[in-house]
Every structure is written in structure tokens, then in C-alpha cells.
């Protein structure tokens, strides 16, 4: 018997027991599914992660204090960033292009239609630059807000369309922890992995941040950018230096890029997509033990016809081959039909999260392969069972 009759064969075998073949192979199409959807849904959310990151720019960095405690167990408290440090780093490193202070609460927001919590960020006008921000209407932050304490705010799209609805924001008032201040600008509405939370936003001068919450001279974080992304490691180092040297305080000062910050997301999504993968592989394993004890049960329940065909002919590599063949095509069956709901539920729920699935079509073609030779792995044993029975014996059995 060839291969080609032995796979038709197999294929007679499974069509003779639709439900029993179905249930066999239901662990390879789970396992199969998952892996690929898995694989797809977290290729798809690291990949929009990570443009959004870049979205924001990669010639980005931030310096903020060191609040880690030290080996004998002291807060490394440093000193306040301070408004004269901004001047004595603009002056220092030539490398910077925009440079910004960033103090930043959460506060109820109110405006005439309803309130709403917010992150109340206080900055200058560097920040839109460092941050890619887009003006919808109105305008962003001045100096001479800054220079002046202006009570003025910038509201993003969303936060603006909660509290004023319909209403053109521009030169309304809200309210701010308490505090009122006139709109002179909306941010463009921009789609982000943030919105479930539900952050909203509202920029307002740094002397004005100060005066809501009551906390003069107190900046929380410095974030600068660069014309060049070669540069921003070099202004980053320049930047530290400048403050340890200044508030003599070496090593209480912690400095982030934005591509760092890259790296360090795209391998924590790639284990953890890996882990889950892994995982969800376990079925593959339990499919597999699943589809060796079915084929048990065949060959027990064949044994008879296994005895007919060696006598008339059938050699004991025909009986192997013919078996093992059934074996592979059940795992394949269920690994096609696993690739099709996989792909599907990776479309399915990227498509509510509203961001693109990345079908990795190596993932595919791997899954099937990988299905087959989890067929070879556990159909051998019955294979072999069946080819090792004596064509007398099996004649005998009822």
C-alpha cells in the first residue's frame, strides 16, 4: 500500500467516527488556536504600544529625583529642582533643544456641563514641543503665562468635550481643585491605550500649578529634548552632571530616554508573550496525550480488520504506516481547523481594542507543523501496537 492509499485510508477511519475524531482533536484546535491568537494579540498591543511611544517622540528624556533607599536604608532625598537649574542647563548643555519642568496632581476639574478627575500638569511651553502636542484650537502655554502666573489652562480633547459638551471652551472658566482659570486652548483628540483608564488632562502655567496646590518652588520632573537622537544620551549624562554638581549631590538623580524606555517595554511584551504562548502550548501536550489513548481505543476496537489485512497481504510496515498516517492527519485536521479559529479570535478581540492584530504567519506555519509532529510523536506507540499484532490472534478476537 502506498502513502496515498494509506492517507485515504485514514481518511475513511476518521469520516466512520465523525464525533470521535472530532472530540480527539478538539485539544490540538484549542491549543493551536491559542498559541496563534495569543502570539497575534500581543505582537499587535507591543507593536501600538510602541508606535505610540514613538509618537511621542524618540529624542525625549526625563531627570527626576532618586527616591530608591540606599544600602543603609536612608531616602536618598536630594534637593527640589529648582527654576535656576533650567537656566544653568540651557546654558551648559548646548544639545538641548526644548527643556520643561513638570509638576503634576490629580484634581476635580469643573466647567459648566460636569466635573471630572483629571491630571493636572503644570509646565511651560516647551512641553507641547517635547510632547509632540497638537492645538486644536485656541493655543498651548506662554512664557509670559509663566512669567506672569497667568490662571490659565489647556484642556485635552476629551476633558473638554466631558465638560463643556457642545460649548466652544475657549475664554470659558473652570475650576480647578477649587481654583478658577480661563481655557486658552484644547488639545487634538488623540486615540490612546490610556483611554480605558480614563486619564484626562489639563496643562496650566507652573506658577499656577504651584498656587492650586499650595506648593511654592516645587518641581517634581525635568524633561528635555534634542534636535538629534544621537544626542540624547550625551545631553542626558550632561544634564545629571549639572544637577549633582549644583545641589552637590551626586547619584540622587535618575535620567530616562524615551528609547530606553522603548527597549525595556518591547522585551517585557515579548516574555510575557512568550510565557503566555508557552502556556497555552500545554494543550498542544494534552491534545496529544489525548489523540494516543484514542488511537489506542482504535486499534483495539480494529484488531480484527488489522488481522484480515495482514493476511491477504498487508505487511506489518503497511499496518505501522497506515496508522500513524491517522494519527497525523487527525493532529493536522485539528491544527487547520485551530489556525482558522485563531486568526479569527486574534481579529476578533484586536478589533475591540481597537488596535491591529499581527498574524505572524511563521506563528501559522510553525503551529501546523508543530501539530503534525505531535501527531508522529503520539501516534507512534499505537502505530507500533497495531503492528506488532500476531494476524492469527487478531483473527481470533471477536
Known sequence: ?????????????????????????????????????????????????LAEMEGLGTNMFAVHLDWRQDSLGELRTGREFTAQDLVAIRQ???????????????????GPRSQGAAQVVGTTGDYAEIRNLTVARGRFLAESD??????????????????????????????????PVIVVGVLEEKKSLLDFLGMRYVYVPLRTWQYIFHEPAVIHQLEGATADREQVAEALQKTLAVLERRHDAPGRYIGSSLEQEMEIVGQATGIITLVVGAIAGISLFVGGVGVMNIMLVSVTERVREIGIRM??????????????????????????????????????????????????????LLA???????????????????????????????
Not at 375 to 396: C, H, K, M, S, T
Request: hydrophobic residues 55%; positive net charge; charged residues 15%.
Open 1 to 49: 500500500m502506498n502513502l496515498w492509499e494509506s492517507f485515504l485510508v485514514a481518511l475513511d477511519g476518521i469520516r466512520a467516527n465523525k464525533l470521535r475524531s472530532g472530540l480527539t482533536t478538539l485539544g490540538i484546535v484549542i491549543g493551536i488556536a491559542a498559541v496563534i491568537a495569543v502570539v497575534a494579540i500581543g505582537q499587535g498591543g507591543r507593536a501600538l504600544l
Open 92 to 110: 551648559v548643555v548646548p544639545e538641548i533643544s526644548h527643556l520643561a519642568p513638570i509638576s503634576a496632581r490629580t484634581a476635580v476639574v469643573r
Open 146 to 179: 509663566q512669567a506672569g502666573g497667568r490662571r490659565v489652562a489647556v484642556l485635552d480633547g476629551e476633558l473638554a468635550r466631558e465638560i463643556f459638551g457642545r460649548q466652544d471652551p475657549l475664554g470659558q472658566r473652570v475650576t480647578i481643585h477649587g481654583v
Open 311 to 364: 493476511v491477504v497481504g498487508a505487511r506489518r510496515r503497511d499496518i505501522l504506516v497506515q496508522f500513524l498516517i491517522e494519527a497525523v492527519v487527525l493532529c493536522l485536521l485539528g491544527g487547520l481547523v485551530g489556525v482558522l479559529i485563531g486568526v479569527g479570535g486574534a481579529m476578533l478581540i484586536a478589533k475591540l481594542a481597537n488596535w491591529p492584530p499581527l498574524i505572524s504567519w511563521w506563528t501559522v
Open 368 to 398: 501546523v507543523v508543530f501539530s503534525g509532529a505531535v501527531g508522529v510523536f503520539f501516534g507512534i506507540y499505537p502505530a507500533n501496537q497495531a503492528a506488532r499484532l500476531d494476524p492469527i490472534e487478531a483473527l481470533r478476537r471477536e
